[in-house]
């Protein structure tokens, strides 16, 4: 405003009002200066870390200083970012790989591995838990910091951690809404048409009578699971609070979430309502332009022209020993008499399952930057919610291999959408796991449909990227989005399903209905009454 007392007319005068008015403009325009921030993110899960990391890569290159502890040393990750790593103890380490290779071997009965997350007291949670409170991690709280960004898995006494360093907290989740991460910013529960993570759906159609008995009874379970969850985890995080009076409860952290993160988009549906909050950034993990490939494997891929390629992953938990051996055998007979050469993610390379001339072993894979390779025609894939949005993103045709957790649920996904085919390794038969390879390779309606998706899940007002930058320097500017929160998230299960209102107007109903019958029975004591006077006044006259 200053500019306007100068006299116009002198020149030099009229250069420093331009500059003036420049710097205003380029200052009123500059986004958030840089932030300070932090990420959390303990999950052992590689592949959870990718999509974190994604976020965080995209945060330093925007110019905010970004800081992150993580559990292993993360793939993704940008020159800029100050990175520490607090592995699990080597117990634990053991621990959760024979976890996973339990899984290998038989079915999981999903009630025992519920069982198992109720108490919070499993591996998973614990190796989390004993990184919050390692040495190391006691430096973070030295640092000042404008936000924090916490990766979920069942370990929200990381809250701690925004408690601690007193500013606002967005929560990232690796997959779509769920009951889980829904409850942070109030994503409304709708029974009868959303279904739960358990229940089996097919995009676009109605759930039947008895899918929605179903998801009614599966989607109370959960918020039951979460409600019984957190007594335990309410506790550790008692734990980590001792000695600070002054530190937020764990009550109101829950409730003064800025964001919750979903790597998902409302293309891949099912279609739900959202509330501000909650904001979808599917795909976040994906580059938009591939990076060029290793050497050999650009060769390997580019050789393949004639009949095209296979990548078969089973991703980053799943490692080939803990394949049954017969197995892999058959893995190996079907994939080596293809024609398409094929490039498969083996651990142990003194040791793989076989020579042949069109099998290319790789330890780790850029798999974003194969699967974005024109001659892959087929990805073989345990079906990760991971690999399953690059390879749609692609618009790569899958053959899927569900092991555990959520795999089941995308697996039949990609059937029911048309994007693949299905088999089950921990029964796999040759003749079984050959046809459904041919099917894909040969019938074009799966490449068809997986490619008319890809052209919907990028048509979007921001990218995925655009998405993260905006909605950090949001809440940054506004230190925290309390102004943005649902109502739901400060009421309990009774007032947020209305039974209490439901009751008061039973309790209304009953008691008008009482009160109804009682002036009834009073009106008919009058009546016969009257009428009494009237005939004993009838029978007097008729005396007389
Ligand atoms: C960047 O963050 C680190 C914490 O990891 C902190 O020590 C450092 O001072 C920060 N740099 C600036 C310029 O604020
Ligand atoms: C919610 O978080 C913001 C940002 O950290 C903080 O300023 C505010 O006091 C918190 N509110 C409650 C009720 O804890």
């Not at 019984?228 to 979430?257: C, F, H, W």
């Not at 894939?381 to 690059?390: I, P, S, W």
């Not at 618009?395 to 089950?424: C, H, L, R, W």
């Not at 890809?454 to 809440?475: C, G, I």
Request: glycine share 6%.
């Amino acid at each position: 405003m200053k500019c306007y007392c100068y006299t116009m007319g002198d020149p030099s005068k009229l250069i420093v009002i331009a500059l003036m008015a420049l710097i205003a403009i380029t200052t009123s325009v500059q986004p958030v200066h840089s932030a300070n921030i932090l990420g959390v993110f303990l999950s052992p899960s590689p592949s959870h870390l990718i999509v974190h990391m994604s976020i965080m890569k995209t945060l330093a290159e925007q110019g905010h200083n970004v800081t992150v502890v993580s559990g292993q040393k993360p793939k993704v990750t940008h020159e800029k970012i100050h990175n520490i790593i607090i592995e699990p103890s080597e117990e634990h380490q053991r621990e959760m790989e024979q976890e996973l290779s339990a899984m290998g071997v038989k079915k999981q009965n999903v009630v025992v591995m519920l069982m198992k997350f109720l108490m919070a007291n499993n591996v998973l949670t614990q190796m989390q838990y004993d990184a919050l409170r390692n040495e190391r991690f006691q430096s973070i709280y030295e640092s000042k910091f404008d936000l924090v960004i916490l990766g979920y898995f069942v370990n929200n006494f990381k809250f701690i951690v925004p408690a601690k360093l007193n500013c606002p907290v967005i929560i990232s989740w690796t997959g779509p809404p769920m009951e889980m991460v829904n409850g942070f910013v109030g994503v409304p529960p709708e029974m009868t048409y959303v279904p739960s993570t358990f229940t089996p759906h097919k995009n676009g159609e109605l759930l039947s009578f008895g899918l929605r008995m179903f998801n009614t009874f599966t989607s109370y379970a959960m918020r039951l699971l979460v409600v019984i969850m957190d007594i335990s985890l309410n506790s550790y995080y008692k734990t980590l609070a001792e000695g600070d009076p002054t530190i937020r409860s764990y009550s109101q952290m829950l409730a003064n979430v800025s964001l919750v993160f979903c790597n998902s988009h409302f293309s891949e549906g099912p279609i739900r309502p959202l509330v501000p909050g909650l904001v979808e950034i599917g795909g976040i993990q994906i580059k938009e332009k591939p990076d060029p490939l290793p050497k050999k494997l650009e060769k390997f891929l580019n050789a393949s022209n004639k009949n095209g390629a296979i990548l078969f992953s089973l991703g980053s938990n799943m490692k080939g020993s803990n394949i049954q051996p017969a197995t892999v055998q058959i893995l190996f007979k079907v994939l080596s008499s293809l024609e398409q050469n094929v490039i498969w993610k083996w651990e142990d390379l003194a040791k793989t399952p076989g020579n042949a001339s069109n099998i290319f072993y790789q330890k780790w894979l850029p798999q974003d930057d194969i699967l974005a390779h024109p001659n892959l025609k087929l990805f073989i894939t345990h079906a990760g919610k991971g690999g399953m949005v690059e390879a749609t993103y692609h618009g790569v045709p899958m053959v899927a291999m569900p092991i555990f957790a959520e795999q089941p649920v995308n697996a039949a996904k990609i059937v029911s959408s048309g994007y693949g085919t299905q088999v089950d390794i921990l029964n796999l038969k040759e003749d079984d796991f050959k046809a459904a390879i041919l099917e894909v390779l040969n019938n074009p309606v799966y490449r068809d449909n997986v490619q008319k998706f890809a052209k919907l899940y990028r048509d979007r007002p921001l990218s995925a990227r655009e998405s993260v930058v905006y909605w950090v320097e949001y809440v940054l500017r506004h230190h925290g989005a309390a102004h943005m929160q649902s109502p739901l998230v400060r009421m309990n299960f009774i007032q947020s399903s209305g039974l209490d209102v439901l009751f008061a107007y039973f309790a209304i109903l009953y008691a008008l209905w009482r009160l109804a019958k009682l002036a009834l029975a009073h009106l008919c004591e009058l009546i016969r009454k009257v009428r009494g006077i009237f005939k004993s006044k009838r029978e007097k006259s008729k005396k007389e």
